[in-house]
Antibody, heavy 124, light 107 residues
Framework: QVQLVESGGDLVKPGGSLRLSCVGS????????MTWIRQAPGKGLEWLSY????????????YYADSVKGRFTISRDNAKSSVHLQMNSLRAEDTAVYYC?????????????WGQGTLVTVSS | DIQMTQSPSSLSASVGDRVTITCRAS??????LNWYQQKPGKAPNLLIY???SLQSGVPSRFSGSGSGTDFTLTISGLQPEDFATYYC?????????FGQGTKLEIK
């Protein structure tokens, strides 16, 4: 069955760094683009970043939300069916549950499967 | 960036009711509009994509309509399991923004 399993969430001090990972299984990873979305406690969903499949060997197309541009970096390792989010210069307002989600094919397609989320807490 | 505005922010209804949630985009997004349902402590679940297409496995009481800037999600005949928070999401242009959510509560 399809699974997306996030890991790497933790308690980190302001200004610190964290690397989140999301491993996919049960589907052909290179058929899908991947995204990261977060949800602050008691708040709504915030889209963060997108990376395409990279299946055609022409490099990756990547997008970021303004709130994380320059601080967060998305990457993927198709050989390991994984996507990562390197988070630097973390702030209190980055405290949230972070979800990875997949979408098939082109960037305008919906996110048809989500992981269970991993909690990041930024606090001194 | 495209802003997505949902209304209402919260809604009380009874089992069996028909409810409609509205989502408005700050600029045209054609039909690149998706709807997700989220229950407490769980990841969101895709209900409707491309404004009006029902995701596989989603009950037919859920329906979506609209194009351009104005969209609606309708639930016909509310069931107890439908009480949740609903989000619209535009996949037309990055950043791919979400609406602020509509919490559907039991009256």
């Amino acid at each position: 069955q399809v699974q997306l399993v996030e890991s790497g969430g933790d308690l980190v001090k302001p200004g610190g760094s964290l690397r989140l990972s999301c491993v996919g299984s049960g589907f052909t990873f290179t058929d899908y683009f991947m995204t990261w979305i977060r949800q602050a406690p008691g708040k709504g969903l915030e889209w963060l970043s997108y990376i395409n499949s990279g299946a055609f060997g022409t490099g990756f197309t990547i997008y970021y939300a303004d709130s994380v541009k320059g601080r967060f970096t998305i990457s993927r390792d198709n050989a390991k069916s994984s996507v990562h989010l390197q988070m630097n210069s973390l702030r209190a307002e980055d405290t949230a549950v972070y979800y990875c989600a997949r979408g098939r094919g082109r960037s305008w397609n919906p996110y048809d499967f989500w992981g269970q989320g991993t909690l990041v807490t930024v606090s001194s | 960036d495209i802003q997505m505005t949902q209304s209402p922010s919260s809604l009380s209804a009874s089992v069996g009711d028909r409810v409609t949630i509205t989502c408005r985009a700050s600029q045209t997004i054609s039909s690149y509009l998706n709807w997700y349902q989220q229950k407490p402590g769980k990841a969101p679940n895709l209900l409707i994509y491309a404004a009006s297409s029902l995701q596989s496995g989603v009950p037919s009481r859920f329906s979506g309509s609209g194009s351009g800037t104005d969209f609606t999600l309708t639930i016909s005949g509310l069931q107890p399991e439908d009480f949740a928070t609903y989000y619209c999401h535009q996949s037309y242009s990055p950043p791919y923004t979400f609406g602020q959510g509509t919490k559907l509560e039991i009256k």
